[in-house]
């Protein structure tokens, strides 16, 4: 455009930002070094993703230095040169900085403005751990009266699957059931523990997921009236969530201690608590509904009358019940397994078991033991040997997190505890803080690094501070944008303000640099601030339009986990957005 030739226009251009570029891209390297050591699950899930870009980034540098003004000089021929009065110009800028120069106290103060906006904003904006996902599939468990047989579970699973057809039949994709239990178990124990439990998985239609959460309220309502059911609603989990370990309830209320019948009381004063706050579902302790089993209690004095020991009237009573396992049969080549079998017995005629003493005596089993009903806990938590009670809830609707979190402490706070006993909320909150405390040291760390590189690159510890000042105008965009999408902070939308960090700045760095050229020829500063703003203006909006047109599809909700992705885009599409703007106004007042 200024009528040199090929070879020198792309020397000399590469020549001009080749600084520029180097620190661009540096600060946006180092951002991702901290994300690489950070433990827990933040570090876990983007570390690779830390180390991609750093190596590719790295190698951007050569392309642009090296390969670029090579292809260009090749490329592109004297015949092709686009007229210098074709090109676009933005002749207007220069104008507008020199009234920006005029009134830089102006500037700063509607900037300062901006940010007080945003930090305003930041007051209605909610946090959670992971964004959720667009809900596509419910997953109902049922659970029957403990001791239900298999059959009985089997007719209600029916009964549901019929009304669930009727109440959302024309939104349904497919329903698959599994009554009793998993495919895992090892032992009879094992295998007749659940028979009493039943997983319905409803797959909806893509057209009917906007009106999903009315489905599941109505179905809700009618399941919850029927009597001896127990019907807890689980959200759709990705992969992802289910690799950080937050398959399971997302609030739980932990309260420690050593006496099991104190923690007991204590639960369930905590979820009749829980139970009246609407953000919350499905509360339950992993007290209630124990296992009912009749325990044989031996007569020791009793049994030695006639030689027999505790043992022995187990393991006899064992084979009575489970069978006697008497070998093995070969037929054509495969080995089938032969269990010798009493008929099953009812529970009230256990006590006339036959049993049989060493001297070949034969006697019921009511003469040496008492059958005691009694009912087992459905599972026994500790944590460094200390009993532990757990209080587990789903969220109802779509409330924050942060501010269901804050909801369940205001209700619980009134809560008397014995000495000795403490009670914590974890769940998602505990891997929500320990996730936010990592990120926030990597986001401190990241702007220490950037200091570092601009510095060693301007050669000055004043110039670095005004592009470390354009940071926060940066966060202005992406909380206001956000803020404008309904979107709650998250480590995602977290990460998202990691990398804003390091590629926000790169408008500055070409800015200042060109400024620092022009002062270095001999330009006064408001001259050679104007001169840089009008020869910087295009790269700058090319630069930013690029990295904000690329993220636009993230946006979209194209594909799977769309809604996954969408926080980190939103939060570096509305920093640079907002970054570039004040980047053309508010640097060149500083």
């Known amino acids: 455009e200024a009528g040199m030739s090929i070879q020198d226009a792309a020397v000399r251009g590469a020549g001009e930002v080749g600084g520029a570029i180097t620190s661009a891209t540096l600060t946006t390297i180092v951002v991702f070094f901290p994300i690489v050591y950070l433990h827990g699950v933040a570090g876990e899930l983007f570390k690779d993703q830390a180390w991609t870009v750093a190596f590719s980034l790295l190698s951007s540098i050569l392309v642009a230095m090296a390969v670029i003004p090579m292809l260009f000089s090749r490329v592109i021929k004297p015949r092709t040169m686009i007229v210098a009065s074709k090109s676009i110009r933005f002749n207007f800028y220069g104008r507008i900085l020199q009234g920006i120069l005029r009134k830089r106290w102006l500037v700063v103060s509607v900037t300062l403005a901006f940010v007080a906006v945003a930090i305003f904003c930041l007051r209605f904006m909610g946090s959670e751990f992971m964004p959720q996902e667009a809900q596509k599939e419910l997953v109902i468990q049922l659970r029957l009266p403990e001791g239900t047989g298999l059959e009985r579970t089997e007719g209600a699973v029916r009964n549901i699957e019929a009304l669930i057809a009727q109440r959302a039949g ?102 009749d608590k829980l139970t009246k706050l609407p953000e919350l579902a499905n509360v339950e302790t992993n007290f209630q509904a124990g296992r009912p089993e009749i325990d044989i209690e031996v007569d020791k004095a009793q049994a030695a009358r006639y030689s027999l020991r505790a043992d022995t009237i187990g393991n006899q009573v064992k084979n009575i019940l489970a069978g006697s396992d008497l070998g093995e049969l070969e037929d054509k080549g495969e080995y089938i397994k032969i269990m010798l079998r009493n ?87 505990l891997l929500s803080r320990e996730s936010f405390k990592n990120l926030k040291f990597a986001l401190i760390l990241a702007i220490v690094l950037i200091y570092m590189v601009l510095a060693a690159q301007f050669e000055s510890l004043v110039h670095p501070l005004i592009v470390l000042f354009i940071m926060p105008l940066a966060g202005v965009g992406a909380i206001l944008l956000m803020f404008i999408a309904g979107v709650p902070f998250s480590s995602i939308s977290i990460i998202g303000l990691i990398i804003l960090v390091g590629i926000a700045d790169n408008d500055s760095v070409i800015l200042i640099d060109l400024i620092n050229q022009s002062r270095r020829a001999g330009m006064g500063l408001d001259e050679a601030i104007i001169f840089a703003g009008r020869h910087r203006i295009r790269p700058i909006l090319m630069m930013s339009l690029t990295t904000i047109l690329a993220l636009v599809p993230m946006i979209l909700g194209i594909g799977e986990g769309a809604s996954l992705r969408a926080p980190m885009a939103i939060a570096v599409i509305g920093g640079m957005i907002s970054s570039t703007l004040l980047t053309l106004v508010v640097i060149p007042a500083l």
């Open 343 to 429: 008929p099953k017995i009812s529970v009230g005629k256990l006590q006339d078991i036959v049993l049989v003493a060493p001297s070949g005596l034969r006697l019921p089993l009511s003469d040496v033991a008492r059958l005691v009903r009694t009912e087992s806990p459905r599972e026994i938590i500790r944590n460094n040997q200390t009993r532990v009670a757990e209080i587990r809830a789903q969220l109802a609707g779509r409330t924050s997190f942060d501010k269901v979190v804050s909801r369940v402490s205001a209700a619980i706070k009134d809560t008397v505890l014995p000495e000795g006993y403490f009670m914590s909320i974890t769940g998602e909150e």
């Open 170 to 271: 024309s939104r349904i994709d497919r329903i698959f059931a599994r009554v009793g239990p998993k495919g895992t178990a090892q032992t009879t124990s094992e295998a007749l523990e659940d028979e009493n439990n039943a997983v319905l998985q409803i797959g909806f239609k893509k057209e009917s997921l906007p009106s999903l959460q009315g489905v599941i309220a109505g179905l809700e309502k009618e399941l919850s009236a029927i009597p001896d059911l127990a019907v807890q609603f689980v959200k759709q989990q990705t992969t992802l969530q289910t690799a950080l370990g937050t398959q399971d309830a997302p609030l739980v209320v932990e309260i420690k201690g050593k006496d099991l019948d104190t923690l007991i009381k204590l639960s369930d004063g905590v979820k």
